[in-house]
């Protein structure tokens, strides 16, 4: 598996994490149960660390893609853009999920 198909494979991982931990933190503040605020925090600091791979990736991915038909240089550019600021994003949710 090259890095492309791992950026591909893996990067739903952050998104759907981030989205499951913190729904999983907030019914726990609110049941006031201490076992799924700690699945919700341990959840988002996985997807945070499953981040770090994704953005490594993606350059090589980006390689790949840019000269297939239909594919904007804009648009990866863009996509190269929120993907740094996800990075920066998840790495604080995970230190402060730590």
């Known amino acids: 598996m090259d ?6 494979l893996l ?4 998104i759907l994490g981030s989205i499951f931990g913190v729904v999983l933190l907030i019914v726990g503040m609110v049941l006031k149960n201490k076992t ?17 791979p994704v ?4 350059e090589e991915a980006e390689h790949v893609v840019e000269h ?10 863009e996509h190269e853009e929120h993907a ?8 604080a949710s995970g230190l402060f999920a730590l």
């Open 84 to 91: 740094e600021l996800s990075l920066w994003l998840m790495v």
């Open 55 to 58: 953005y490594l990736t993606g």
């Open 68 to 77: 297939l038909k239909g594919v904007s240089e804009f648009q990866l550019e």
């Open 3 to 8: 890095a492309t198909h791992a950026h591909l």
């Open 36 to 52: 799924l605020e700690i699945t919700g925090l341990s959840t988002i600091l996985l997807a945070a660390l499953f981040t770090i």
């Open 11 to 14: 990067n739903h991982v952050p």
